[in-house]
Every structure is written in structure tokens, then in C-alpha cells.
């Protein structure tokens, strides 16, 4: 078999914190088969390239990816921006919040309160 790949560890990569903006680079690393330094230094270029946006939470990094920003391949040509490959092999993951359905306040109908009770 092969050991050629259609995507490069950058696509990889950038794949994983668009389905996961808050994957550590230990998963990230085990996902995609390359070490932790590895994953480290293409989110670096990924950065420095405005491909990701890093913002520091706590302890930890959220990324967000520039989808306007456009692929890189030597023809140079059609410049398609990152979203069209992004949505096209990726599985986002969903919020709890988006998960879960919009309630409206006010919406529910109160039970009255039960007296309280005399002595």
C-alpha cells in the first residue's frame, strides 16, 4: 500500500481545531499521528499565517479558524477560501448550548403557590 496522503498534516491539523476549538494538542496529535512538537510548531505557522486565531482561556488555547483565508497550493490559481475544504470533509461538533432547544422565558404557565399552612 501507499504511503502518500490527500492532505497534509497542516490540513490535518487545521481540520481538528475546526471540528474542536478547544482540542488540547495531546488529541490532536493521537488524531492525526504526528508527535505533540509537531502539532505545536503547525499551529504556530497556522497562526502566523492568520489561517488561526489563538485566544488563551484559563489554562487553556481556543482557536478559531479564518475560513476567508485561502488554500495554499503551488498552481496559485482559483484562490477558494479554506471554509469550502473545511466543510466539505469535516464534522463539526455542537456546542452544549447549540445542542440543546431554545427554551422562552416566560413561556411556562405558573402553578399557583400553595397556601401556607395555618396552625
Request: hydrophobic content about 35%; charged content about 35%; glycine content about 6%.
Amino acid at each position: 500500500m501507499s504511503t502518500w496522503n490527500f492532505l497534509t498534516n497542516h490540513a490535518h491539523v487545521l481540520l481538528c481545531v475546526w471540528e474542536d476549538p478547544e482540542a488540547r494538542v495531546r488529541d490532536i496529535a493521537t488524531r492525526v499521528g504526528i508527535t505533540e512538537r509537531a502539532v505545536q510548531r503547525i499551529l504556530q505557522e497556522l497562526e502566523a499565517d492568520e489561517y488561526l486565531v489563538r485566544e488563551r482561556v484559563g489554562r487553556r488555547n481556543r482557536y478559531r479558524v479564518r475560513g476567508d483565508r485561502p488554500l495554499r497550493h503551488p498552481g496559485g490559481g482559483d484562490q477558494r477560501p479554506v471554509m469550502v475544504l473545511l466543510e466539505v470533509i469535516g464534522r463539526r461538533k455542537t456546542t452544549r448550548a447549540s445542542a440543546r432547544p431554545a427554551v422562552r422565558r416566560g413561556s411556562r404557565t405558573r402553578r399557583p403557590r400553595s397556601r401556607a399552612r395555618s396552625r
